[in-house]
């Protein structure tokens, strides 16, 4: 899967085009590996792809509610992280987000080798999940233990608002099997 970061960094060959993207590596030990497409979607009208040029989609429909699925290109721009933070290499925590609902069974434990400010761990746990974070350089882990403790009230308010926001569509598809049109 790809992450388009929309702009290239500053740094780099002036002699060749930048790169604005970079891999997310995906792998599983079983065949049918968990992933909800839909954890992240944009509330939509559409489901199907009636009027796509490039094929034949006869029998997708057209829905009045539900979620559109993600693809595996992840657009998130890297200039969206704090620049604040004394961390050269950031991840925007929206991309961490996406990830963990779509790839992360509830209950597992995330885990991060290389976790610099401890972006991930701070939305990991603002999503409920357990999480291990590792780094070379000690002032890194002195970073990401302050920022555990300082900025964890910021990236809750994300997964709250999550939750509502799945609460609402219970409450509407209760509705629909109570009274349907
Ligand atoms: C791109 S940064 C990670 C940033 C992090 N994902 C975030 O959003 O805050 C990569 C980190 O890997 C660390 N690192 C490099 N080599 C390492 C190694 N062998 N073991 C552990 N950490 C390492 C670096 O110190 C650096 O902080």
Not at 32 to 44: I, S, V
Not at 47 to 66: C, I, Q, V
Not at 99 to 124: C, E, Q
Request: glycine share 6%; proline share 6%; net charge neutral.
């Amino acid at each position: 899967m790809i992450w388009n970061k929309s702009a290239a960094p500053h740094a780099g060959s002036n002699n060749r085009p930048r790169r604005a993207y970079e891999y997310i590596l995906w792998y599983s030990k079983t065949k049918k590996p968990f992933e909800d497409r839909k954890a992240c979607g944009n509330l939509t009208d559409r489901s199907g792809m009636e009027d796509n040029p490039h094929g034949n989609f006869a029998g997708t429909s057209l829905r009045k509610d539900g979620r559109a699925e993600i693809t595996d290109v992840f657009t998130f721009a890297a200039s969206a992280v704090d620049q604040n933070i004394p961390h050269p290499a950031i991840f925007p925590p929206e991309l961490i987000r996406q990830l963990i609902r779509t790839f992360a069974p509830p209950g597992s434990v995330i885990l991060d080798m290389f976790a610099g400010a401890g972006t991930v761990g701070l939305v990991a746990q603002s999503e409920d999940y357990d999480f291990i974070l590792c780094d070379i350089e000690q002032e890194y882990v002195d970073l990401m233990n302050r920022r555990l403790v300082t900025e964890a009230k910021y990236f809750r308010g994300e997964a709250k608002r999550k939750r509502e926001i799945e609460e609402q569509e219970q409450r509407e598809a209760e509705q629909k099997r109570k009274f349907p049109v």
